[in-house]
């Protein structure tokens, strides 16, 4: 773990750096002894935790807690003070632990054990979202007894044609027995436009669009493609391209 000590007094911040350093869990401890100072520091470099002390000469060690929240990612707070009486105030600010002067090994180890946890834990979630993510921009295509797995970002447009469903992306063509409707349930509405009963196309790769016969309009694709906007899907289709 990365740890930045906050703390006025120099024997202070040389006490704790000596126990962070007893403990195999610490691989880099750094030391600010004001609030600039210390934002300092965190603007240039990322801290895993880092111990505040309420009293900083003219200034509130939860006054820096509330500058950290509005960081990217930002450390896990423990405060260490001498004043005992603000453990709640602490907590309420989610502070994940609170330890008072004189230090002590087993205290420190105690606060250490419990951000490494919360660390792990945070480290789990992260993963499992962008396994989700991942997962969730997969389209996998049945067809012959085959299933073909398609990143959603590689499908250009997909269209139906005599009742068979086919996809076309970066690579090549698919063909497929399951319906647009099907399809269309699966893929991010944010970045696929259905413009006609029959075709669905993926924003990205709209490269003009221009008007064409009784008040309709073509589109080209990124593949030289070019895609009918039927007269009912016009209106929805200016909506979203802010035509």
């Known amino acids: 773990m990365k740890i930045l000590i906050v703390d006025d007094e120099p024997l202070a911040r ?14 880099v401890i750094d030391q600010a002894e004001s609030i600039d100072q210390a934002a300092a520091k965190l603007l240039k470099n990322h801290f895993d935790v880092i111990f505040i002390d309420i009293s900083l000469n003219d200034e509130n ?59 792990l834990n945070k480290k789990n979630q992260s993963k499992n979202v962008s396994a989700a993510k991942t997962a969730n921009n997969i389209i996998s295509i049945t ?34 027995k399951q319906t647009l409707s099907w399809l269309i349930s699966r893929l991010d509405s944010g970045k696929f436009l259905q413009i006609h009963r029959n075709i669905v196309i993926n924003i990205e790769d709209i490269v003009e669009i221009e008007p064409w016969f009784n008040h309709t309009y073509r589109i080209y694709l990124s593949n030289g493609q070019e895609v009918p906007i039927s007269r009912s899907f016009i209106k929805s289709v200016k909506q979203v391209l802010k035509i």
């Open 143 to 176: 067809n012959d007894d085959k299933t073909i797995v398609l990143k959603e970002d590689d499908i250009i447009y997909a269209s139906v044609d005599n009742g068979e469903l086919s996809i076309i992306s970066r690579y090549r063509k698919y063909k497929s």
């Open 61 to 119: 060690g939860f006054q820096l807690a509330d500058e950290i929240k509005k960081i990217k990612n930002p450390p896990l707070v423990i405060f260490a003070t001498a004043f005992d009486s603000y453990a709640a105030k602490a907590f309420d600010i989610n502070a994940i632990d609170y330890v008072l002067k004189p230090f002590e090994q087993k205290r420190i180890d105690q606060s250490l054990n419990k951000a490494r946890d919360l660390l």
């Open 14 to 27: 040389s006490e704790l750096s000596y126990l962070l350093k007893n403990n195999s869990l610490v691989s």
